[in-house]
C-alpha cells in the first residue's frame, strides 16, 4: 500500500485535469504542471527521506511523509484557483516521497537473494492495482460528486495508512551517527559505487516511457479520440493488467532464461512497442492501446529484475541508495511527461519516436554494463551450473 501512494496520487486524478480546466478557465497544459509538477517535488523528498531514513530509522521518516501527504491532499481539495492546486500537489508529491523510498529500503532490509526479488515481483503486481483502479475510480468520483472529492479520498487513503504504519517495526537493523548536515553527504559515496551508479542510469532510464504515457493518455483517448472517462479508465487498466502480467511472469520467465538474457530482450521489445506506436497508433484507441501494451508489459517483466540489480550493488546506506533509485526513476519520469505534453502537431507520433529514443539509449548503455555486473562477486552469470565436488 506504501507503494502505490504515487500512482493513487497521480492517477486517479488523471480524468479531472479537463473539467479542472475548464472550470477554472486555464489552458490543460497549465493543469497539467499540477501533475508534472508533482514529480518534481516528489524526487526532491527521496533525496532527502533516504539518508534522514539511514540515521534515524525508516518508521519516523515514513510517518512524517504520510502526514504531509494527507494534508497536502486536503489543501488540494480546498484550492481556490490553479496556482494553490499547484502548491498543494507539490507538497503532496513531497510527502509521498517518504512511502515510496521507504518501500524499496523495508525490501531490501528484509530480504534478501532470489526472495527479494520474488517480494519486488509481487509488490509490482499488487501496484498495478493502484493504476488500474485509480482512473476508474476516479471518474466515478466524478459522475457522482465535485473532482475535489478525490483529493478528500486520497487523504482518507493517507490516514489509513498512517494507522497501518504505527504497527510496523523498524526494519533498519543498524543506523548510521552521520550528523544531520552531513547527511546529504552519503550520496557521494554511493557516487563512488561505480556497479551501483551504472546499473541505476542504464536502467533506471526505462521507467521513462511508461510514465511519459501517463502524460499523454489523456491527451489521446479524452482529446484526440473524444472518448468518454469511462472508456478512457478502461484502456488505462488495459494496459495496467498487461503490466501485471508482465510482473507477474518475470520470475518464473527469468528462471528458465536468465534475468540478462529477459531484460535485453524486453529492451529490444520497447523499441518494437515505439515503433509500432508511430507506424499505427494513430489509426484507433484499440491501436495505440496495443503498441503502447507491448512496452508496458517489457517495462512490466523489467522492474523486479533489475530493481534486484541495482539494489545488489549496495551492501550500506541502503535508504541513500533507494532514494537516488526512486529519484532519477521519477526525474526521468517527469522529462518523459514534460515532452509528452508539449502540446504537439502529432502527439502520438511525438511519443512513439521518445519511447524509440529512450529504448535505444538503455540497450546502448545496458550491454555496455552487463559484463561488468556479471563479474561483480554478488551477481552469478546466467545459467551458471553449480560447481561440482569431486570424490576424494
Known amino acids: 500500500m506504501l507503494a502505490a501512494c504515487p500512482p493513487l496520487s497521480t492517477d486517479m486524478y488523471l480524468p479531472a485535469i479537463p473539467t479542472i480546466a475548464e472550470s477554472w478557465q486555464v489552458a490543460l497544459s497549465t493543469v497539467n504542471l499540477s501533475l508534472v509538477l508533482w514529480f518534481v517535488g516528489f524526487s526532491i523528498a527521496l533525496l532527502i527521506s533516504g539518508p534522514l531514513s539511514d540515521r534515524h530509522g525508516r518508521k519516523p521518516v515514513l510517518m512524517g511523509g504520510l502526514v504531509l501527504f494527507t494534508l497536502a491532499s486536503l489543501g488540494s481539495a480546498v484550492s481556490l484557483n490553479v496556482t494553490m492546486l499547484i502548491t498543494c500537489r507539490i507538497l503532496q508529491g513531497i510527502g509521498a516521497g517518504g512511502p515510496s523510498a521507504m518501500c524499496l529500503a523495508i525490501c531490501r532490509d528484509r530480504y534478501e537473494g532470489l526472495e527479494r526479488k520474488k517480494v519486488l515481483a509481487t509488490v509490482s503486481v499488487l501496484l498495478t492495482l493502484a493504476p488500474m483502479?485509480?482512473?476508474s475510480i476516479g471518474t466515478l468520483m466524478l459522475s457522482q460528486f465535485q473532482w475535489q472529492a478525490i483529493f478528500i479520498l486520497q487523504a482518507g487513503f493517507g490516514v489509513l495508512l498512517i494507522i497501518l504504519s504505527l504497527f510496523q517495526h523498524e526494519s533498519a537493523a543498524q543506523l548510521i551517527d552521520t550528523p544531520l548536515l552531513k547527511l546529504m553527504g552519503r550520496y557521494g559515496k554511493l557516487t563512488s559505487n561505480r556497479n551501483y551508479i551504472r546499473s541505476?542510469?542504464?536502467?533506471?532510464?526505462?521507467?521513462g516511457p511508461y510514465l511519459g504515457y501517463v502524460a499523454i493518455a489523456p491527451i489521446v483517448y479524452i482529446k484526440l479520440y473524444g472518448l468518454s472517462e469511462g472508456w478512457f479508465s478502461f484502456f488505462f487498466a488495459f494496459n495496467a493488467i498487461l503490466y501485471m502480467i508482465g510482473a507477474m511472469c518475470s520470475t518464473r520467465i527469468s528462471h528458465h532464461v536468465g534475468d540478462h538474457r529477459l531484460l535485453?530482450?524486453?529492451?529490444?521489445?520497447?523499441?518494437?512497442?515505439?515503433?509500432g506506436i508511430i507506424s499505427v497508433g494513430h489509426l484507433s484507441p484499440w491501436a495505440f492501446a496495443l503498441t503502447m501494451g507491448l512496452i508496458t508489459s517489457c517495462f512490466g517483466m523489467t522492474r523486479p529484475i533489475s530493481q534486484h540489480i541495482i539494489l545488489e550493488q549496495v551492501q550500506t546506506d541502503v535508504g541513500a541508495a533507494s532514494s537516488m533509485l526512486v529519484f532519477f526513476q521519477f526525474i526521468v519520469g517527469a522529462i518523459c511527461m514534460t515532452l509528452a505534453g508539449l502540446g504537439w502537431p502529432s502527439p502520438i507520433s511525438a511519443f512513439g519516436i521518445m519511447a524509440v529514443?529512450?529504448?535505444i539509449v538503455v540497450i546502448i548503455l545496458w550491454l555496455a554494463i552487463k559484463k561488468q555486473l556479471l563479474n561483480h562477486e554478488n551477481l552469478e552469470p546466467e545459467n551458471q551450473e553449480p560447481p561440482k565436488i569431486e570424490a576424494c
Open 200 to 207: 541505476t542510469i542504464a536502467l533506471g532510464i526505462l521507467i
Open 133 to 135: 483502479l485509480s482512473p
Open 357 to 359: 529514443s529512450f529504448a
Open 264 to 275: 535485453t530482450a524486453c529492451i529490444l521489445g520497447t523499441v518494437v512497442g515505439g515503433i
